[in-house]
Structures are given as structure tokens and as C-alpha cells.
Nanobody, 124 residues
């Protein structure tokens, strides 16, 4: 099992910044690579991958996040972060952390675990 607790969301003006945090615990396979996902308004259970980080610190991003977002992790604190800069209206949504998409073929069961998410609302 994996436990995930996201925080740090809020209301922000376009162009502003937020830092999301996710404290994780549990299955080390599932947490070997972690990612951030966004559920857009009205998207029901669909979550779009935004960024990912592996245990060796390698990072990757969806094109729309490159140059604006930065994912990082503190292994000692079991925490993964998403620094969001130059936020855009389209970034609005509920943000979840979870197993990174690179694990979906090797450990598909990891994607049964999600936190409660943290809401990011961007105003113009």
C-alpha cells in the first residue's frame, strides 16, 4: 500500500507561483519514481501527467510545464514537491501525486493509490 498526502494548493493569479508538496509512505516500488498529475475541472477520474522524478533525481515534464514547473524530492522527508511558476489559467485543477507514469507497465498496481489531491485555482 501507498499513502499520499498533498498540500499547498490555493487561489493564485495568472503569472504567480505556488509550491505543492506531497508526503508519501508505503511500498518502495511504487514510490521509486513519483509524479504529479492534474485533474482538470469536469474531467471526472481522468488525471493528466504533469511531471515525474526518479529515485536518482532524473526529471521529466509535459511540454506545457517545461520551463515553468520544477519537480523535486527530499528522500529524507519522504516528500516530493512541485514548484509552479508563471502559472497559467490552464493550470487550474486538482493536483495529485502518485507513482510516475514510467512505472505503469512494471507496477500497474501502484496506480490504485492516490491522495486526496490539492486544488489549484488560477484567476485572471
Amino acid at each position: 500500500q501507498v499513502q499520499l498526502v498533498e498540500s499547498g494548493g490555493g487561489l493564485v493569479q495568472a503569472g504567480g507561483s505556488l509550491r505543492l508538496s506531497c508526503v508519501y509512505s508505503g511500498d518502495t516500488m511504487c514510490t521509486s519514481a513519483l509524479g504529479w498529475y492534474r485533474q482538470a475541472p469536469g474531467a471526472d477520474d481522468e488525471r493528466d501527467w504533469v511531471a515525474g522524478i526518479t529515485s536518482d533525481g532524473s526529471t521529466h515534464y509535459v511540454d506545457s510545464a517545461k520551463g515553468r514547473f520544477a519537480i523535486s524530492r527530499d528522500m529524507a522527508k519522504n516528500t516530493v514537491y512541485l514548484q509552479m511558476n508563471r502559472i497559467e489559467l490552464e493550470d487550474t485543477g486538482v493536483y495529485y501525486c502518485g507513482a510516475d507514469k514510467t512505472l505503469v507497465d512494471k507496477y500497474p498496481g501502484c496506480f490504485d493509490y492516490w491522495g486526496q489531491g490539492t486544488q489549484v485555482t488560477v484567476s485572471s
